[in-house]
């Protein structure tokens, strides 16, 4: 168990932000053992940094291809093109391809990609202050991959609302999965935990199932990267595991996303398209398949908080449909 000092959320423009000539992100890869920030000086370079998992989490990698999308339009690149090496840099998380058709969309997109990257902090205040009431008073939680500020720009989206959990007393330790193969939740998740000082352990992914038999966990609280209109939702590579075993153990499991992240283009989770990454991730050695996402049935989520509120099922009826249709 951890409890350091209580430290503030990074800030936004720590993460992310738009210069004059580049893309400034907080290299992700190097944490924890280094804070060290990544210029990018063209649309393919944001690309890049998306691919390799330098800024990574559906909010944070559409504010990035927001960004790198605007840059290309400054340099006066082909932003056509710079849309699509954007957009082929990950397929699973909707907020990339919703981030370019916004920017594309408008008048100045230096502008509107500044404009997302607030909205996303303010639809993460919003999720955390929703999410935390659904704890009970001494919640023991547990969390799978990087949800927090690294991954949103804002205080996070699971995670922020187990931060926020925290500050109101209902929070009493949060158990971190690994997340295999890269290690998110060991090195970034704990890493933000330890900065605000919340009590928690890191723990194997396949602890989790014994964790929660002995009944030392009282919640399941995950991010998205995708949700399509019936509630299935694709999230990292694991969720799904956890959502059976939550089920099997009674404990309700909670998915964490902005609006930006439904997709109410896909009628199910079917047609949400897998990343499969390369093998190497795994092992040097041998062959090895390495999706980087599963999709767990809406059937298993007890409910999804956005900044609008907590939906219960049916989800096709409760999910708020993303200003993209709206308008």
């Excluded at 992100?25 to 924890?32: K, N, S």
């Excluded at 659904?134 to 187990?162: D, E, I, S």
């Excluded at 998205?224 to 939550?246: C, E, F, P």
């Excluded at 309700?252 to 190497?280: F, K, M, Q």
């Amino acid at each position: 168990m951890v409890a350091p000092v209580r430290a503030e959320p990074l800030a936004p423009d720590a993460i992310l932000r738009l210069e004059a000539d580049r893309v400034v992100c907080l290299d992700q890869r190097r944490l924890p053992d280094e804070q060290v920030e990544l210029s990018c000086r063209s649309a393919a370079e944001v690309a890049e940094a998306i691919r390799t998992l330098a800024v990574r989490g559906a909010p944070a990698i559409g504010v990035a291809a927001a960004y790198g999308y605007a840059l290309a339009a400054a340099r006066g690149e082909d932003v056509d093109r710079a849309a699509e090496v954007l957009l082929a840099a990950r397929p699973t998380a909707v907020n990339l391809a919703w981030a370019l058709r916004e920017v594309a969309a408008a008048a100045d997109s230096a502008e509107r990609a500044r404009a997302i990257h607030a909205e996303e902090v303010e639809r993460c205040r919003r999720m955390a202050v929703h999410g935390a009431a659904l704890l009970p008073p001494g919640a023991r939680a547990l969390t799978h991959c990087n949800t927090g500020a690294l991954a949103t720009g804002g205080v996070g989206t699971a995670l922020g609302v187990l931060r926020a959990a925290w500050e109101e007393r209902r929070l009493a330790h949060v158990w971190v999965d690994e997340t295999r193969p890269l290690l998110q939740g060991a090195r970034l998740t704990a890493w933000e935990l330890e900065q605000a000082g919340i009590p928690f352990a890191v723990v194997v992914d396949g602890a989790a199932a014994s964790l929660m038999a002995q009944g030392e966990v009282d919640c399941v609280v995950v991010g998205a990267d995708r949700i399509a209109r019936n509630g299935d939702t694709a999230n990292k590579i694991g969720t799904y595991g956890l959502a059976v075993l939550a089920w099997h153990h009674d404990l309700p499991l909670y998915v964490v996303a902005p609006t930006s992240t439904v997709d109410p283009e896909l009628a199910s989770g079917a047609g949400i398209a897998i990343e499969e990454r390369d093998g190497e991730e795994v092992t040097a050695r041998f062959p090895a398949r390495n999706p980087a996402f599963d999709v767990t049935p809406a059937a298993l989520v007890s409910a999804f908080v956005t900044e609008q509120g907590v939906h219960r099922p049916p989800y096709a009826d409760s999910l708020p449909v993303p200003a993209r249709v709206a308008r």
